[in-house]
């Protein structure tokens, strides 16, 4: 069973770093085709697709906030972890971490529970 | 990039209803569409994926079809556990990939 939990702080100030953690069981994401992604939603609005990294260490974003998302894993740790520079108010969402393969294109399953995010001074 | 028009934004149904979504891609995208159901508080789950493929728990009711750039998600017959917000995502080519802007399927 793929399991997917998201981590990191619940409120972050405007300008700050947001790091957040997610954590993953029952798959390697040092396996063919296994990609981890993140996915947001603000309140009341619709998803947006984040960042994306494979099991050979290929990365994709957003175009949108490309240059502020990077993307990390650590095959070790089954964890990947995702970084978003100077956080604003807009920023404020529901943060998902998601499993996919590249073998069924943009089939995210399982996803994590998600974790709000709150960008407030 | 690849845009995303998903219609109506919402839709008031009631139990037993034939209940259609469309999505429109800006460029063809072959049958590289995927479909989403979301419940209040909860996170999205896979429903459908190559555009008319079903995830194993879903019920026969759902129909997911097109290609090219117009696609479509039909449920038959509506039912109680069938009201949430359907989103559909392209995932032509690699990334990045974009959503559409949901479908809340409400109660009449």
Redesign the interface.
Known sequence: QITLKESGPTVVKPTQTLTLTCTFSGFSLSTTTVGVGWIRQPPGQ????LA?IYWDGAK????SLKSRLTITKDTSKNQVVLTMTNMDPVDTATY?CVHTSDS???????????ILVTVSS | ?IQMTQSPSSLSASVGDRVTITCRASQSIST???W?Q?KPGK????LI??ASSL?SWVPSRFKGSGSGTDFSLTISSLQPEDFATY?C???FN?????????TKVEMK
Do not use: V
Not at chain 2, 94 to 102: A, D, I, L, S, V
């Open positions: 619709a998803l947006e697709w994306l994709r974003y957003g175009p998902y069924i294109r943009g089939a995210f399953d399982p996803w994590g529970q998600g | 990039d590289f569409l995927n989403y979301q996170a999205p789950k896979l994926y190559a995830q989103y995502l392209q995932s690699t990334p990045p990939w974009t959503f559409g802007q949901g």
